[in-house]
Structures are given as C-alpha cells and as structure tokens.
C-alpha cells in the first residue's frame, strides 16, 4: 500500500514539474521575463515613501 502512494505521489510532483516547466517557456511569458531580466541594470527609482537624497 505504501508504494502506492509513494507512486501516486511520484506522479503528482513529476506532472506538476512539467506543468510547471511549460509555463515558465511558454511564449505568453517571454515579454514579461524580459522585462524582469532587464531590472536590475535599469535605472534605480526610489520606492515611494523613502527618504533616499
């Protein structure tokens, strides 16, 4: 009985690293990953309601 939950659990996570690896290289994503990619060499903005000079 154990090993078929080990199983079934084995499964669920390998099905749920793929699901997750399609998402992540999906085209929809790229212009967002892009943007996130370039944030730190862009310009610092100060984030509101801090007191830099």
């Known amino acids: 009985?154990?090993?078929i939950?080990?199983?079934v659990i084995t499964l669920?996570?390998?099905l749920l690293f793929v699901?997750?690896?399609l998402w992540a290289w999906?085209?929809?994503r790229k212009k967002l990953f892009d943007a996130m990619a370039r944030l730190?060499?862009?310009e610092d903005v100060p984030?509101?309601?801090s007191k830099l000079p």
């Open 40 to 42: 730190p060499i862009e």
């Open 47 to 49: 984030a509101p309601g």
């Open 12 to 14: 669920v996570l390998m």
């Open 5 to 7: 939950v080990r199983g």
């Open 1 to 3: 009985m154990i090993g």
């Open 19 to 21: 699901a997750l690896t």
């Open 26 to 28: 999906s085209g929809r």
